[in-house]
């Protein structure tokens, strides 16, 4: 979308350059036969998958992987053709669908695997998957002990054909922890397991954003980049393996300016209220339901001109407030109607970040940059 076409005054903006130089930076850690996947499940973590995912396509990614059915789907409608795999088994019903955009499914119970191949069959195709192998985190996939077992019984199924091998880390923040070692310890030994009775394991992959940064070991034949790849570190460590840029910004512009009387409160409940006079309250587009957390009411600073200015009043569904004060030290000019601010970004020497949202709201950057993602327009940079 363009700026110019905007109805309402708050967008994030994707900054396609830093998307493409940070998807450039993953594959530079790998050889030239190792791939690169690059995560776009939740539309993107909020950055819209199907833009991202070209741009990520024309910077080097060899894969995509989804986590839900209709997320591959909304990929193929796209136009993007490079495999799509989803990270997690989704239900017999949906294997029609799979079979009909080539998407290929996560695997881990025979059943699945045994429908998937009859339905291919029936559809004169062969139906590709990976091999979920759980190792230590208890979500999905294949028992580290149970693989072979499970191999064998489904191997022979002439209607499916295992093109990857993986598993995923409950600590790769932490790699030099017994945890992520002996997760470690166990793909590895159940792929070769795999592999010394004679089966075919394809890509074999485990590294998601931190452990492709922290553990090159880990590579195997591609990573799984996700986080990362928007410009978001995963884990402070990482930070100085690599730089990274920022992809997502969020911004709104001020749709009225009021000048209340000293003691007048602001917003439901009136958790603040005016402490002097002249305070500037002006009104911004973007509440709760935007990502915008409302356990972030009276905790949150946003950009004005370069500096920081206070939130106030406990935030809206769709709208929140600033209050825009003077001080004697430092004169601040008269807030008007249509002046931009700035929710997370950059302004000048001024920052906010996905990892202060973060901080402030007790979560990860991960779910603020999926909150800001659900219903702001984005505007491609
Ligand atoms: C989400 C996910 C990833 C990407 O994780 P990041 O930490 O964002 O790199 C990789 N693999 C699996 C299985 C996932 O669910």
Redesign the pocket.
């Known amino acids: 979308m363009n700026k110019a076409d905007l109805t309402r005054w708050s967008w994030v903006e994707i900054d396609r350059g830093a998307l493409r130089r940070n998807t450039r930076a993953y594959k530079n850690l790998l050889n030239p036969r190792q791939r690169l996947?690059c995560?776009v499940?939740a539309d993107a973590?909020g950055h819209g998958a199907v833009e991202c995912a070209k741009i990520m396509y024309s910077a080097g990614a060899d894969m995509f992987?989804v986590?839900t059915v209709n997320e591959g789907v909304e990929l193929r409608q796209g136009g993007i053709t490079k495999p799509i795999l989803i990270?997690?088994e989704p239900p017999i019903e949906a294997i029609p669908t799979l079979l009909e955009f080539d998407i290929m499914p996560?695997v881990y119970t025979s059943d699945f695997a045994l429908a998937y191949g009859e339905c291919a069959v029936a559809a004169g195709k062969v139906g590709k998957y990976h091999l979920?192998i759980e190792t230590g985190m208890n979500r999905?996939g294949v028992h580290y002990t149970q693989v072979l077992d499970f191999v064998r019984g489904i191997n022979f199924h002439r209607g499916i054909q295992c093109d990857g091998v993986?598993t995923?880390f409950a600590t790769?923040d932490e790699p030099s922890g017994w945890d992520y070692k002996l997760q470690c310890q166990r793909f590895t030994e159940a792929v070769q397991a795999i592999k010394d009775a004679g089966f075919e394991c394809g890509i074999v992959h485990c590294a998601?954003?931190?452990s492709?940064m922290l553990d090159p070991s880990m590579h195997f034949d591609m990573i799984?980049?996700?986080?990362?790849?928007y410009g978001m570190q995963?884990c402070e460590l990482s930070g100085r393996v690599m730089q990274l840029d920022p992809v997502m910004s969020v911004h709104a512009r001020v749709t009225r300016v009021a000048h209340p009387a000293m003691g007048e409160g602001v917003g439901y409940g009136f958790t603040y209220r005016v402490p002097r006079t002249r305070v500037q309250i002006c009104t911004l587009p973007i509440g709760y339901a935007d990502g915008l957390s409302r356990t972030l009411s009276n905790r949150m600073d946003v950009l004005y001109r370069g500096e920081r200015v206070h939130q106030v009043g406990n935030i809206c569904m769709d709208q929140f407030m600033v209050a825009i004060q003077s001080n004697p030290a430092h004169e601040i000019p008269e807030a008007e109607y249509g002046d931009e601010i700035i929710i997370v970004g950059r302004d000048g020497d001024a920052e906010i970040t996905m990892d202060e949202m973060a901080r402030l709201r007790g979560t990860i950057n991960?779910e603020v940059a999926c909150g800001f993602g659900m219903r702001l327009d984005k505007v491609y940079v």
């Open positions: 996947c995560v499940k973590y992987a986590a990270l997690s996560s979920a999905i993986f995923h790769a998601n954003t931190p492709s799984r980049a996700g986080v990362g790849l995963p991960y």
